[in-house]
């Protein structure tokens, strides 16, 4: 079994649920504006949001075209001109005070912070990523917190491992392990930049990619096993 001592951990979908965030925000959100969330809605809006980061992950856009964009480009499928960046601003406070827990996480970074070196890497706007991690109780549990907002890359760029390995003491990145929901941006990120990786796939989703990871679990607590912990 493999030794480990320093483990970077993914936050959205792996240890806050972000879905339920999103989800909530997005009904304060179209509350706000006195339109109801349909299903509908909620469908482009997840098409559009995720076409625009999976572009961003490929280097294509920057952060603020993701952001600022997406709503304007929601609501022009329905026939309607808004002003993007004024309902981004209004969404990122509602999404701010979401900090739903995924099941285990909790207790699970308590544990490992007494026999690990535990950093968040993370893409993101910074403020939201800072407040939801502080509101959850997970942030004193974290030597460091990298987000792509901050050091001008994202997962899965080498540039991004590069600048969270040149700020870590004395890392090495055969001891080191990622931990992650996403296969385009976790996965495939930490294999660019020479690390083990554990896909986090509690939904059982289908890997038709041809990014293989090291581990796939389906609860966090099974990250034990791979490390040979005893809890």
């Known amino acids: 079994m493999k030794t480990y001592k320093t483990l970077l951990f993914d936050v959205d979908d792996t240890l806050l649920d972000f879905g339920a965030a999103e989800k909530a925000a ?56 808004v002003d993007g960046a004024l309902l ?17 996480a909790l207790a699970l970074i308590k544990n490992l912070r007494q026999d690990y070196d535990l950093y968040v890497v993370t893409n993101g706007v910074s403020k939201t990523q800072d407040k939801r991690l502080r509101d959850s109780g997970l942030h004193p549990f974290f030597l460091d917190i ?6 001008g890359f994202q997962k899965p760029m080498k540039e991004y ?32 930049a020479g690390l083990d990786t554990c896909w986090f796939n509690p939904g059982r989703k289908p890997n038709e990619t041809g990014i293989l990871p090291t581990y796939e679990i389906q609860r966090l607590d099974e990250l034990y096993r791979i490390l040979g912990m005893d809890v």
């Open 26 to 81: 997005l009904e304060l959100l179209f509350a706000d504006q006195q339109l109801d969330f349909t299903p509908d809605l909620e469908t482009q809006y997840k098409r559009i949001n995720h076409g625009l980061w999976i572009a961003f992950e490929e280097g294509k856009i920057d952060r603020d075209e993701v952001v600022n964009t997406r709503f304007s480009r929601l609501f022009k499928e329905y026939g309607q001109e």
């Open 88 to 104: 981004e601003r209004k969404y990122r406070r509602f999404l701010d005070e979401g900090h739903q827990l995924i099941e285990g």
């Open 146 to 151: 990298f987000v792509s907002e901050d050091t």
């Open 161 to 192: 491992f590069d600048y969270v390995f040149a700020r870590i003491p004395d890392f090495s990145a055969q001891e080191a392990l990622i931990i992650g929901d996403s296969l385009s941006s976790d996965i495939k990120g930490g294999q660019l």
